[in-house]
């Protein structure tokens, strides 16, 4: 099994900033099986970022994914208010297992 | 548009056993894997059983192999977790997730329903 580490636990920004996720993986994701989702408080998760870079539909393009092997980020680019919330990674592929992240949380500065 | 709308949770003593359901709609349902996650509370989310979209083949976390089942009924849209012997760490909101391409199984998923808590005490 894929043990994904998010890295920080935490990050305290300012609305305009530019915010940087990190997910490293215990061994190499195959084929660009990399996702990344939001979560705020009392809501599903949301779909942000897929095969690595591919945003999914209606996701802002200040986000952006990137990323190759065992180490991939989050970036983004100008902190919007609803913008803070805790941040996923997710491993997949053509069989589980299926693993997460621990998340990171990103909170207003 | 996409809704996945759960029922079926609520307090059950450990040991006991609980049946999940999701309704779906707004997709052709037969065609996608659906999936349900979970996130037990304060905590981060762990996949616990997967419906396959290309075929009949079901898919299970270690946590939860030979306790759980997952099914779904094509004819009403609903996707279903069987949980037996439930244990207080099942405690969790169960989220019903749809992958995001039909006819394939990439386990990744684009629609989430709102949750329903599941608490094993005592």
């Known amino acids: 099994e894929i043990v994904l580490t998010q890295s920080p636990g935490t990050l305290s920004l300012s609305p305009g900033e530019r915010a940087t996720l990190f997910c490293r993986a215990s061994q190499s994701v195959s084929t660009f099986y990399l996702a990344w989702y939001q979560q705020k408080p009392g809501q599903a998760p949301r779909l942000l970022i897929y095969g690595v870079s591919s945003r999914a539909t209606g996701i802002p393009d200040r986000f952006s994914g990137s990323g190759s092997g065992t180490d991939f980020t989050l970036t983004i680019s100008r902190l919007e208010p609803e913008d803070f919330a805790v941040y996923y990674c997710?491993?997949?592929?053509?069989?589980?297992?299926?693993?997460f992240g621990q998340g990171t949380r990103l909170e207003i500065k | 548009e996409v809704q996945l709308v759960e029922s079926g949770g609520g307090l059950v003593q450990p040991g006991g056993s609980m049946r999940l359901s999701c309704a779906a709609s707004g997709f052709t349902f037969s065609t996608y894997g659906m999936n349900w996650v979970r996130q037990a509370p304060g905590k981060g989310l762990e996949w616990v059983s997967g419906f396959s979209g290309t075929g009949d083949t079901t898919y299970y976390a270690d946590s939860v192999k030979g306790r759980f089942t997952i099914s779904r009924d094509i004819s009403r849209n609903m996707l279903f977790l069987q949980m037996n012997s439930l244990r207080v760490e099942d405690t969790a909101t169960y989220y019903c997730a749809k992958d995001r391409s039909p006819w394939t199984d990439y386990f990744f998923f684009d629609s989430w329903g709102q949750g329903i808590l599941v608490t094993v005490s005592s």
């Open positions: 997710q491993q997949y592929g053509r069989s589980p297992p299926i693993t």
